[in-house]
């Protein structure tokens, strides 16, 4: 059984362009990226760390530094993300594929571990630990059978299913044996955002990757939460962050929407929408 680790990579990132070459610590010369690929090298669980990134011509820096870290990599499609981690699996013969975006520079290697080892006990198809008790968003794992993987390949159909790898998996419960690893209680801090989006959560990496790394170039997600659970005003500073969502249906956009005005003040917009809407 070959298990390994997919990280999906590309530099046209609408929210924040070519947040993955980002320096962290900020005055180093290390990327976002090479951060990723450096502690998911570390888990124990894995035969083959891969970097999936697209064709597209601006990110060919992103195969320059696998090589640079020595792992291997993979190009296709930009927007059918779901075929590249299939056509990577599929070509580099994993059996078993831990699903890791290059935003998330805190990933845990211990995490990934027990992540896979729930998956290997619990003989479920699909495993993540983002769903009932997640981990902190930039904590997440997700361990796919290769089978589960390729039945989505071919079934789904959706271009949302598509650009979000395991959606039409998670979707679908009576297709899939659904494993749902919860956070220990050490980790459960939903209100923590370690992940990689805006300028704002550049900022708060910056501080925690300031803070720790020249300590210690491996220090642990733990490690990063009692920073910012220490002193907490950290945690101001993304605080307002708003992760991509999907709506089933435009009432719920719209109810989303109209959260949103209102922390940002918009008032006559949010009561025009309330009204009209």
């Known amino acids: 059984m070959k298990i390994g680790a997919i990280i999906q990579a590309?530099?046209?990132?609408?929210?924040?362009?070519?947040?993955?070459?980002?320096?962290?610590?900020y005055d180093s010369d290390i990327t976002v990226l090479q951060q990723v690929i450096r502690r998911t090298k570390k888990s124990k669980s894995l035969d083959e760390v891969i970097v999936a990134t697209t064709v597209d011509k601006e990110d060919e820096i992103i195969t320059e530094i696998a090589e640079k870290e020595e792992v291997k990599w993979f190009r296709g499609s930009r927007d059918d993300v779901l075929s590249r981690y299939y056509r990577a699996a599929k070509e580099n013969g994993l059996d078993i594929i831990i699903r890791i975006t290059s935003d998330c520079p805190c990933i845990d290697w211990d995490i990934i571990d027990n992540t896979v080892s729930y998956h290997l006990k619990s003989k479920?198809?699909?495993?993540?630990?983002?769903?009932?008790?997640?981990?902190?968003?930039?904590l997440g794992v997700e361990v796919i059978n290769f089978e589960a993987l390729e039945k989505s390949f071919k079934n789904a159909e959706d271009a949302y299913y598509k650009e979000h790898v395991t959606t039409y998996i998670r979707d679908n419960p009576n297709i899939f044996r659904i494993g749902d690893y919860k956070a220990p209680e050490i980790y459960f801090h939903p209100e923590i955002r370690l992940t990689l989006d805006t300028i704002h959560d550049y900022a708060l990496?910056?501080?925690?990757?300031?803070?720790?790394?020249?300590?210690?170039?491996?220090?642990?997600?733990?490690?990063?939460?009692?920073?910012?659970i220490k002193k907490e005003w950290p945690l101001f500073i993304n605080k307002h962050e708003v992760q991509?969502?999907?709506?089933?249906?435009?009432q719920e956009e719209i109810k989303e929407a109209i959260k949103l005005l209102e922390v940002y003040g918009f008032s006559k917009l949010k009561d025009f929408v309330k009204r009209y809407l």
Do not use: H, M, W
């Open 205 to 228: 990496l910056c501080y925690i990757f300031d803070s720790l790394y020249y300590k210690n170039e491996f220090f642990s997600s733990l490690d990063a939460l009692n920073l910012l």
């Open 124 to 138: 479920v198809d699909y495993t993540s630990n983002s769903i009932t008790k997640p981990f902190p968003l930039g």
């Open 244 to 250: 991509k969502k999907r709506f089933s249906n435009l």
């Open 10 to 25: 590309r530099t046209s990132s609408i929210r924040l362009p070519q947040k993955v070459l980002r320096k962290l610590p």
